[in-house]
């Protein structure tokens, strides 16, 4: 049973627009989220996180959402640029483990 | 710079061989971890160390075997390679409770 679900594997958006990215997840015991990002033949690299005590977190032009009545959380990337092309992971991780689990990934294309 | 190093990125081997995929980290972070990457599953879980002479199963352990004998390695062995272990292999290191995992740039293995 896939506790964190992304289910749009695919995502296109122009240049400049805003790119929403979605995470459901079926635990309520998750503590804490992740976003990972990842490019062709490299590691996933960290990007944002949020805490279950919040609902809103901000770096830059990423913006993750924390819905945790409907255990859903977002991405936003405004404005999205070309190099945001990537594949995006949202995990979950719980206050009884250091163990992350990981989402089936979005991938992102963003277009002149 | 401290960083995370896998090796080698790319191999190929036959169905009933032993591979050993390697893993080094010099954050001296307590905590490794081993995930595959397929198409359609994201990262799954293979095997988690939280310190030297820890290991632990994750979702998708049968098959893989790891040991810690120090803080700075955790190889991976494929005791007897199948065709279904044709994947990407990501190791990460984390220092523990809620920080972030670190990742590898992965290894691609093919077996035939």
């Known amino acids: ?112 | 710079d401290a960083e995370i190093t896998q090796s080698p990125r790319h191999k190929i081997t036959e169905t009933g061989r032993q591979v050993t995929l390697a893993c080094h980290q010099t954050w001296n972070h307590n905590n490794m971890f081993w995930y595959r990457q397929d198409l359609g599953h994201g990262l799954r879980l293979i095997h988690y160390s939280y310190g030297v002479q820890d290991t632990n199963k994750g979702e998708v352990s049968d098959g893989y075997s790891v040991s810690r004998s120090n803080t700075e390695d955790l190889p991976l062995t494929l005791e007897s390679a199948a065709s279904s272990q044709t994947s990407v292999y990501f190791c990460a290191s984390s220092e523990g409770g809620q920080e972030t995992q670190y990742f590898g740039p992965g290894t691609r293995l093919l077996v035939l």
């Open chain 1, 1 to 112: 049973d896939q506790q964190v679900k992304q289910n749009s594997p695919s995502l296109s958006v122009q240049e400049g627009r805003i790119s929403i990215l979605n995470c459901d997840y079926t635990n309520s015991m998750f503590d804490y989220f992740l976003w990972y990002k990842k490019y062709p033949a490299e590691g996933p690299t960290f990007l944002i996180s949020i805490s279950s005590i919040k609902d809103k977190n901000e770096d830059g032009r990423f913006t993750v959402f924390l819905n945790k009545s409907a255990k859903h959380l977002s991405l936003h990337i405004v404005p999205s640029q070309p190099g945001d092309s990537a594949v995006y992971f949202c995990a979950a991780g719980g206050k009884w483990t250091d163990k992350l689990i990981f989402g089936t990934g979005t991938r992102l294309q963003v277009f002149p």
